[in-house]
C-alpha cells in the first residue's frame, strides 16, 4: 500500500516544497524508500540464490508496485550471474583441493 500511496504522497510535498518540514518529510521517505530497495534486493538475491516461488511472487509484486520491471529484470540477471560465478568458483576449487 505504501508503494502504491507514495508517488501521490510526493505530489503533495512537492506543491510544499518551501517549507522546512516538507523538505524535512521528503528526505525521510526518501531515506525509507532506499532502505526498502535494499530490503528488496537482498530478497531477490536470495531468491537467486535459492528459488522460492513464493518469494520469486513477492519480489515481482514489489517491484510492479514500484513501477520498475526492467530494473527488477537487470538486477536479476546480474544476481544470477554473481551466483553462478560464485557457484562455479567453489566448484573449481574444490576440483583443484582434490
Known amino acids: 500500500?505504501?508503494?502504491?500511496?507514495?508517488?501521490?504522497?510526493?505530489q503533495i510535498?512537492?506543491?510544499?516544497?518551501?517549507?522546512?518540514?516538507?523538505?524535512e518529510m521528503g528526505r525521510g521517505i526518501e531515506a525509507w524508500l532506499a532502505r526498502t530497495i535494499r530490503k528488496l534486493d537482498n530478497?531477490?538475491?536470495g531468491v537467486c540464490q535459492t528459488?522460492?516461488?513464493?518469494?520469486?511472487?513477492?519480489v515481482?509484486?514489489?517491484f510492479a508496485l514500484?513501477?520498475?520491471?526492467?530494473g527488477m529484470a537487470e538486477k536479476m540477471?546480474?544476481?544470477?550471474?554473481?551466483?553462478?560465478?560464485?557457484r562455479t568458483h567453489i566448484v573449481l576449487k574444490e576440483m583443484l583441493e582434490e
Open 43 to 45: 530478497h531477490l538475491l
Open 1 to 10: 500500500q505504501a508503494f502504491q500511496l507514495l508517488p501521490e504522497y510526493l
Open 66 to 70: 514500484m513501477g520498475d520491471i526492467g
Open 13 to 23: 510535498l512537492e506543491n510544499y516544497s518551501g517549507l522546512s518540514a516538507v523538505q
Open 51 to 58: 528459488f522460492s516461488e513464493e518469494s520469486y511472487l513477492t
Open 77 to 86: 540477471q546480474s544476481f544470477f550471474l554473481q551466483e553462478v560465478l560464485s
Open 60 to 62: 515481482i509484486d514489489a
